[in-house]
């Protein structure tokens, strides 16, 4: 069997940082090997510079867009493709296209649309994330009010089957408010094999934790669209802060949540109970200046995605600035940062055994880093692409 033997660069496994060669036969890791081994028979060489590291592929679960390209607005395979493959620049080898409160066809179409992208081979598609619409009204954020509703037998039946449609290698995310959507509703939808995480919600904290102790497993963009943390009522927000199990999802972009804020979190959390995402949107890989959404103009500026009034509607960053930021703004090491885009995405959606690292056995997906942290390029199920292309 023919392979490519990956040699030169340092090795951050998603454990430790290693001197290695990899060794990468169709779209897994082979082996890793001592540096400087020979290439088995059939294998090519390839040599890495030694300033580089080879990390796990960044796994992002909250996409809405990237590369112009909108997946509420055509939710469609090629878009979920296309998205894909611009976040691929930016270091995320797998991802979630999201698709945010909407239409129940639009929703429908976006989670089949999913499913049919995520068995294209080296496409990055890994499943879908639907966002809403089963959201407490006032903590909506830029979601349109007119499709923010509660959930209705029909639409847990559809969500009931979505999981069979996907695979065993594809997830679905579903983002709800606890005070919107009964324990024993996350509780079927959990045993359906979803996975829930609770956001854009007014929850207290017994019906946050009500909502955890029915399956739920995680937390969308944390601090955003939920109540401020109090002494009190510690809400939402404090339910996720102090439940271990639970992983939070944080946007890292010095706009959505204040670097103090990032302290407390990462405090509370510890390790591996934060994972980055980026909420990106069409911009993400262009260069334009605005784009549409529920037919209202977004505005890009100053790091920024805004509407008219100022409401933040995602976010203007990619992965690889996310890992950036969080070791300028949160403190934590690189690889700490790493696990963050990687390992700990890997095991919000039970993946962990396939990705997440390089080990044998795991899927080929890796990203090359410069001495800066910029994507040099990227393996996705073993092929390789620069990140210039």
Request: a negative charge.
């Amino acid at each position: 069997m023919t392979g490519t033997l990956l040699t030169g660069a340092r090795v951050f496994t998603g454990t430790r940082t290693i001197d290695a060669d990899i060794l990468i036969r169709g779209d897994k890791v082979d082996a890793v090997l001592p540096p400087g081994s020979a290439a088995p028979a059939g294998a090519a060489t390839r040599r890495l510079a030694a300033d580089m590291l080879l990390a796990p592929g960044f796994i992002d679960t909250q996409v809405n867009g990237g590369g112009g390209v909108l997946f509420n607005d055509t939710p469609t395979p090629e878009a979920a493709l296309a998205i894909a493959a611009a976040h691929r620049r930016f270091g995320t080898t797998a991802l979630l296209p999201t698709f945010i409160t909407d239409a129940v066809e639009g929703m429908r179409a976006a989670a089949l649309a999913a499913a049919e992208a995520s068995i294209v081979k080296g496409g990055g598609v890994i499943g879908v994330h639907l966002e809403g619409p089963f959201l407490t009204p006032e903590r909506r954020g830029v979601h349109n009010l007119a499709h923010v509703r509660m959930a209705t037998e029909t639409d847990l039946d559809f969500l009931e089957g979505l999981p069979a449609r996907f695979g065993g290698d594809a997830r679905v995310l579903l983002s709800l408010a606890p005070d919107r959507v009964e324990p024993a509703a996350v509780s079927r939808l959990v045993k359906a094999g979803l996975i829930i995480a609770g956001g854009h919600s007014a929850a207290t904290y017994a019906q946050t934790m009500a909502a955890l102790d029915a399956g739920m497993s995680g937390f969308t963009h944390l601090f955003n669209a939920m109540p401020p943390l109090a002494n009190r009522e510690p809400g939402i927000a404090g339910a996720a802060l102090s439940a271990r199990d639970a992983i939070c999802g944080i946007i890292v972009d010095g706009v959505h949540v204040h670097p103090a804020m990032l302290s407390l979190a990462l405090a509370a959390k510890g390790p591996g109970g934060l994972m980055l995402v980026t909420d990106a949107m069409p911009p993400t890989g262009t260069d334009v200046t605005s784009f549409p959404l529920y037919g209202q103009t977004i505005h890009r500026h100053d790091g920024r995605l805004v509407t008219d009034d100022g409401t933040l509607a995602g976010a203007d960053i990619d992965m690889a600035q996310a890992v950036r930021n969080a070791i300028a703004l949160m403190g934590v090491d690189v690889e700490e940062a790493l696990r963050m885009a990687a390992l700990y995405p890997a095991r919000f959606l039970r993946l962990d055994d396939r990705l997440g690292r390089i080990q044998g056995g795991y899927r080929a997906d890796l990203v090359l880093l410069d001495k800066d942290l910029h994507v040099a390029g990227t393996w996705v199920a073993g092929q390789w692409r620069d990140a210039r292309d």
